[in-house]
Structure formats: structure tokens, C-alpha cells
């Protein structure tokens, strides 16, 4: 390095006169800590779980509500509209406190509280200060006994679902899923993961005060709280604070899924565009199968993180994508293996063409020891990092319990993904990844896109 340079350059950094510098060898992973907790179900129904991890001065909360639609499939049903206005009101108030009481004891106590809604539940996500437990469960409980959904606050957050619903409609990742979602499961109630805006501007605020009272039911519903707290203790004190929250009836669980089955690709038109959605799905396994740690290891040499194939091929090696991902989606009754990647109007067929090249060539060249051992470290290592914190542990718990799972599956899992051998993953790839087994939908261009796809053949063209 001459006197006029101030700095060495990376590939300077990276090597010595004899050649590069060997990389250090990667540590040894680490098994998840052991866990205070204790796991219960009061008197009411409701399921709680506490986890003492006291890294810092904090509690993160997290209530699963089961929040599916009770109607028939097809039967017109604006379930998902009230449920919607009912998530984004939920929290403006009650018969004692405002909207602006709420955030402001919660504020005091370092503290939040919000409420979203899918078609398989409603969720309370919330956090404070350890010593601001019992305020949280205070507003918690009034929330959920006593909630008001004041008439002004009601029509404020309908005119502005309205407008951003028919915002959401126009972009084209929201199309792709909406497009998918039919596909897989027809009229089914999980199929509607957004209601119509004409179906939310009828909503009125007796039908989410009749929906709350029906549906907004501690049976079947599961808190956890994690944190800096003493598990037995923070159990009576969640007891003690939702007694009053009662209903008769149980929660409505999402119905079993139809299940997924391999056909052609839905060209889906979509005038002008410059850029296309490639959604593909197949079925899958739940986590409590046996296959599930090869699976898992399969889906990740397949496109589930950015080392993988398919990013190495229609990313790094062809410039099709900015990005490409392959993942499992859980619901209670089972699971789906889903692909997406966006390209280019002029790539796209190529990009198709590459996937299911991929999905073939994963089940007729397994993957290597070391492929292998590359995504068995990122699976390890990436399960760790993300229930590392208060709120990641809490957010993965809740989930588990939402398809029957309890923490004893996530201390354990490290040790079921350590046991998995190539072998096993080259039939988890050999029986989940076979390109017969997906159908999807292709969001683009129609006119542009439709003589290459024909000639590719697998896509429905319109």
C-alpha cells in the first residue's frame, strides 16, 4: 500500500501475497436456551402460555382469536368485511375509556396494543414495560368485554378500508394471491383474505357490535406473554384480569382446506403490464410430520433463501428476477408449498420454463452433502435468531399453538433438522417437489405473453 492510499480495497482486505485468505470455519450451533414456562387453560377456555426470558424489562403479549367465517361456502357471506371494520375499531374505545384514554395509558406504561384480522383469526399484538403488565391486561380486558365502537370512529375506519382496498386491488401482487387463492380453494372462507369495498361501505356498527359478541370468544382462543415475568405468577395475574371475559360458545376454527392438486398455470391478463407474477403452489406437510425436517431442508436448496437453485438460476446466472423465494404456509389442517418470483413481461415463459427446471432437476439430482448442510445451518440458525427476542418467541408461540403445536416443538426442532440426511431430503424433493404436483396463476400480459406460453405448454391462455 503506497503513502497516498488511505484505505485497502476489499479484494486487498481478502488477500495475502500467497494467495487468499482462508475463510474461518463456521461455529457450532447453538441449542435454544431452557425456558421457564408454564402452559395452561383457565376456567373461561382460553389457553395461556407464559415464558419467563428476562433479557430485558419487558412483556410482549400476543391473543389468538379463531375468527373464521361460520357461513357456507358461497353463501354471500360479509364476514370478512365486519371482521375487518372490527379489527380497525376494536381499539377506538370502550364505556370508560376513549381512544385517546387507550393510547394514553398505554403510552405511560411503554406500551402498544393493536388488532389486524385474516380469514383464520383475529390478532392482539401488544407490548410494555414489565412493570406495565397488568395495565396492558386492564385495556385488554375492557377491550375485549366492553368495547363501544363509537359510530364516528366506525365511519372513519370504513371510508378508509374502502380506499384502501380499492388502492390494494390495483397492484399486482394483491391480484396474483387474490388469483392464486381461487384457484386452490374456490369459495372457501380462507379464500377471501379481503373483503369487497362495496361489502365494507354497508357495514354498519350494530354489525360489528353483533359480531364481537358472537364471535369474540376466550374458548379456543390462546395468550401468550413472554418476558420479564414469573410464569405461575403472570398466569394468575392473566386470570384474574380477563375472569369477566366469557362466552358460552367456542371460537370458529378455519374448515379443512380442500386440498391442493397439480394442473395447468392460470394465465391471468392484465393489460399493458411490463412486469409478471409467477405464483405456483402445491400441498404440503404440517410440522408434526415426520417428513417435514427433510422437507424443510428440500424447500430451502430448492429457492428458501438466497443461496439456493432457484435464485442461482433465474437471478444470479439469467437476471430473470430481482428476486425468487419458495415457503411453506400453515394453516390448522395442513400446509402448502408456495413459489413466487416477478420478471420481466419479455422473460417471463423462460423464467416458467427455469422454475420447473428446478423443480425437476431437485427431485432427479438430489441435493449434496453439502447443499444439505448449508440449508440445515441456515434452518438451525435462522429459527434461533428469530425467537431470540421477546417478541419474535411470543409471535413464533402463538403461531405454533394456532396449529397445535407447543413450545416443546420449537426446543426439539433443532435436533429433528440435525438428524435429517441426504437421503431423506432427496425423497422429501423426489415426493413434494415434482412439477406435476403444482398449479398456480401467471399474472401479465396476455397479448405479449400468450404465444410463447402456448408453445411452453402447462398455461391455461385466455
Same mark, same amino acid.
Given at each position: 500500500?503506497?503513502?497516498?492510499?488511505?484505505?485497502?480495497?476489499?479484494?486487498?482486505?481478502?488477500?495475502?501475497?500467497?494467495?487468499?485468505?482462508?475463510?474461518?470455519?463456521?461455529?457450532?450451533?447453538?441449542?435454544?436456551?431452557?425456558?421457564?414456562?408454564?402452559?395452561?387453560?383457565?376456567?373461561?377456555?382460553?389457553?395461556?402460555?407464559?415464558?419467563?426470558?428476562?433479557?430485558?424489562?419487558?412483556?410482549?403479549?400476543?391473543?389468538?382469536?379463531?375468527?373464521?367465517?361460520?357461513?357456507?361456502?358461497?353463501?354471500?357471506?360479509?364476514?370478512?368485511?365486519?371482521?375487518?371494520?372490527?379489527?380497525?375499531?376494536?381499539?377506538?374505545?370502550?364505556?370508560?375509556?376513549?381512544?385517546?384514554? #387507550?393510547?394514553?395509558? *398505554?403510552?405511560?406504561?411503554? @406500551? $402498544?396494543?393493536? +388488532? !389486524?384480522?385474516? =380469514?383464520?383469526?383475529?390478532?392482539?399484538?401488544?407490548?410494555?414495560?414489565?412493570?406495565?403488565?397488568?395495565?396492558?391486561?386492564?385495556?385488554?380486558?375492557?377491550?375485549?368485554?366492553?368495547?363501544?365502537?363509537?359510530?364516528?370512529?366506525?365511519?372513519?375506519?370504513?371510508?378508509?378500508?374502502?380506499?384502501?382496498?380499492?388502492?390494494?386491488?390495483?397492484?399486482?401482487?394483491?391480484?396474483?394471491?387474490?388469483?392464486?387463492?381461487?384457484?386452490?380453494?374456490?369459495?372457501?372462507?380462507?379464500?377471501?383474505?379481503?373483503?369487497?369495498?362495496?361489502?365494507?361501505?354497508?357495514?354498519?356498527?350494530?354489525?360489528?357490535?353483533?359480531?364481537?359478541?358472537?364471535?369474540?370468544?376466550?374458548?379456543?382462543?390462546?395468550?401468550?406473554?413472554?418476558?420479564?415475568?414469573?410464569?405461575?405468577?403472570?398466569?394468575?395475574? #392473566?386470570?384474574?384480569? *380477563?375472569?369477566?371475559?366469557? @362466552? $358460552?360458545?367456542? +371460537? !370458529?376454527?378455519? =374448515?379443512?382446506?380442500?386440498?391442493?392438486?397439480?394442473?395447468?398455470?392460470?394465465?391471468?391478463?392484465?393489460?399493458?403490464?411490463?412486469?409478471?407474477?409467477?405464483?405456483?403452489?402445491?400441498?404440503?406437510?404440517?410440522?408434526?410430520?415426520?417428513?417435514?425436517?427433510?422437507?424443510?431442508?428440500?424447500?430451502?436448496?430448492?429457492?428458501?433463501?438466497?443461496?439456493?437453485?432457484?435464485?442461482?438460476?433465474?437471478?444470479?446466472?439469467?437476471?430473470?428476477?430481482?428476486?425468487?423465494?419458495?415457503?411453506?404456509?400453515?394453516?390448522?389442517?395442513?400446509?402448502?408449498?408456495?413459489?413466487?418470483?416477478?420478471?420481466?413481461?419479455?422473460?417471463?415463459?423462460?423464467?416458467?420454463?427455469?422454475?420447473?427446471?428446478?423443480?425437476?432437476?431437485?427431485?432427479?439430482?438430489?441435493?449434496?452433502?453439502?447443499?444439505?448442510?448449508?440449508?440445515?445451518?441456515?434452518?438451525?440458525?435462522?429459527?434461533?435468531?428469530?425467537?431470540?427476542?421477546?417478541?419474535?418467541?411470543?409471535?413464533?408461540?402463538?403461531?405454533?399453538?394456532?396449529?397445535?403445536?407447543?413450545?416443546?416443538?420449537?426446543?426439539?426442532?433443532?435436533?429433528?433438522?440435525?438428524?435429517?440426511?441426504?437421503?431423506?431430503?432427496?425423497?422429501?424433493?423426489?415426493?413434494?417437489?415434482?412439477?406435476?404436483?403444482?398449479?398456480?396463476?401467471?399474472?401479465?400480459?396476455?397479448?405479449?405473453?400468450?404465444?410463447?406460453?402456448?408453445?411452453?405448454?402447462?398455461?391455461?391462455?385466455?
Amino acid at each position: 500500500m503506497t503513502s497516498a492510499q488511505t484505505h485497502r480495497t476489499a479484494e486487498e482486505i481478502g488477500r495475502t501475497e500467497i494467495g487468499p485468505r482462508p475463510l474461518p470455519e463456521l461455529g457450532s450451533q447453538k441449542v435454544a436456551a431452557e425456558l421457564s414456562t408454564v402452559d395452561t387453560t383457565l376456567p373461561n377456555g382460553l389457553r395461556v402460555i407464559a415464558v419467563q426470558r428476562a433479557t430485558v424489562p419487558m412483556v410482549e403479549v400476543r391473543l389468538r382469536v379463531p375468527f373464521a367465517d361460520p357461513a357456507r361456502p358461497g353463501s354471500g357471506s360479509t364476514h370478512a368485511a365486519q371482521a375487518e371494520i372490527l379489527a380497525n375499531t376494536v381499539l377506538t374505545g370502550t364505556a370508560t375509556r376513549s381512544r385517546v384514554a #387507550i393510547d394514553t395509558e *398505554l403510552a405511560l406504561v411503554g @406500551g $402498544e396494543l393493536d +388488532a !389486524v384480522v385474516d =380469514p383464520e383469526r383475529l390478532s392482539f399484538t401488544g407490548n410494555a414495560l414489565a412493570t406495565g403488565f397488568g395495565t396492558v391486561l386492564d385495556v385488554l380486558r375492557d377491550v375485549l368485554t366492553d368495547a363501544a365502537y363509537p359510530a364516528e370512529e366506525v365511519e372513519r375506519e370504513r371510508g378508509r378500508l374502502v380506499e384502501r382496498i380499492t388502492i390494494a386491488r390495483s397492484q399486482p401482487n394483491v391480484i396474483a394471491r387474490e388469483a392464486l387463492q381461487r384457484v386452490l380453494y374456490g369459495d372457501h372462507p380462507y379464500a377471501k383474505e379481503m373483503p369487497e369495498a362495496d361489502e365494507v361501505a354497508a357495514v354498519s356498527r350494530d354489525d360489528v357490535l353483533a359480531l364481537h359478541r358472537k364471535a369474540l370468544l376466550p374458548k379456543g382462543s390462546t395468550l401468550v406473554v413472554v418476558g420479564d415475568v414469573e410464569p405461575a405468577e403472570a398466569v394468575a395475574q #392473566i386470570g384474574a384480569a *380477563l375472569e369477566s371475559w366469557q @362466552g $358460552e360458545d367456542e +371460537a !370458529v376454527q378455519l =374448515p379443512p382446506l380442500p386440498p391442493v392438486k397439480g394442473g395447468d398455470v392460470l394465465l391471468v391478463h392484465r393489460a399493458g403490464a411490463v412486469q409478471s407474477q409467477i405464483r405456483l403452489a402445491a400441498q404440503a406437510i404440517p410440522r408434526t410430520d415426520e417428513r417435514y425436517p427433510a422437507l424443510q431442508l428440500a424447500n430451502l436448496v430448492f429457492g428458501g433463501f438466497f443461496s439456493s437453485r432457484l435464485v442461482e438460476n433465474i437471478r444470479e446466472d439469467k437476471g430473470y428476477t430481482y428476486g425468487a423465494r419458495s415457503h411453506p404456509e400453515f394453516t390448522i389442517h395442513g400446509a402448502t408449498l408456495l413459489i413466487d418470483a416477478d420478471t420481466a413481461s419479455e422473460v417471463t415463459p423462460a423464467a416458467l420454463l427455469e422454475t420447473r427446471y428446478e423443480l425437476a432437476r431437485l427431485g432427479m439430482v438430489p441435493p449434496s452433502q453439502s447443499e444439505v448442510d448449508v440449508a440445515r445451518r441456515y434452518a438451525i440458525g435462522s429459527l434461533l435468531t428469530s425467537t431470540s427476542s421477546q417478541g419474535g418467541l411470543a409471535s413464533f408461540l402463538v403461531n405454533l399453538a394456532g396449529l397445535g403445536l407447543d413450545i416443546d416443538w420449537l426446543v426439539t426442532h433443532p435436533q429433528r433438522l440435525e438428524a435429517v440426511t441426504p437421503e431423506q431430503v432427496a425423497a422429501a424433493a423426489l415426493e413434494f417437489f415434482a412439477p406435476a404436483n403444482f398449479t398456480g396463476v401467471l399474472v401479465g400480459d396476455a397479448e405479449q405473453l400468450a404465444p410463447k406460453l402456448r408453445a411452453l405448454g402447462g398455461v391455461q391462455v385466455p
